[in-house]
């Protein structure tokens, strides 16, 4: 079973519309994280979460909000969907494990907003 | 403020040749330092990071990446490149002292290997 996992994978929108995309983890971390891909501009954090109770913007915050519902939970949503957030969609957590720290990412949510 | 850059949008490289996908970076202070790979339809893998220790890393599917002080540079490496590392490529810093902080990814870059 998959550590991060996303849903929808994929989702086709209109402008104007309110939309979730969801994200839970098994790995037992604190933290975790929205990007946004766009062909060549990389990842780009959009909010990020230390734990179930410290919620930051990141670098492309507007347009977006998020909750952690839980310590498994976190979901991006657009409230108002433009065609510019047409994009690939990553969640990630990081965690310790034996003193090494590493980001896990999920599959990525494909959104185009039409 | 942490930033990386990778120099090159795409690699072409003959299955057999040897590769490297380029990777300077800018920090304040001590540097954390990773490779991504993304291959098409999948989501992100992690495959090394630098950390402290020695310059020569080596990670996941026979890759391995060399820090670099003077250069400040962090390219990724592979002595035999295979049809199957076609992919996108991404290096990222961690941003802020220490362990702590998110990660600053750069662009990417395409690396396609041809039979």
Redesign the interface.
Known sequence: DADVTQTPRNRITKTGKRIMLECSQTKGHDRM?W?RQDP??????IY?SFDVKDINK?EISDGYSVSRQAQAKFSLSLESAIPNQTALY?C?TSGWLAGK????????TRLLVL | AQSVA?PE?QVNVAEGNPLTVKCTYSVSGNPYL?W?VQYPN?????LL?YITGDNLVKGSYGFEAEFNKSQTSFHLKKPSALVSDSALY?C?VREGEG?QG???????TKLSVKP
């Open positions: 994280y990007y060549g501009l990389g990842l780009r954090l990020y990141g990553f990630a720290e590493t980001q896990y990412f999920g599959p990525g | 990778q949008d990773f991504y999948r989501g992100l893998q992690f990071k991404f990222a362990s998110n990660l600053i990814f750069g662009k990417g």
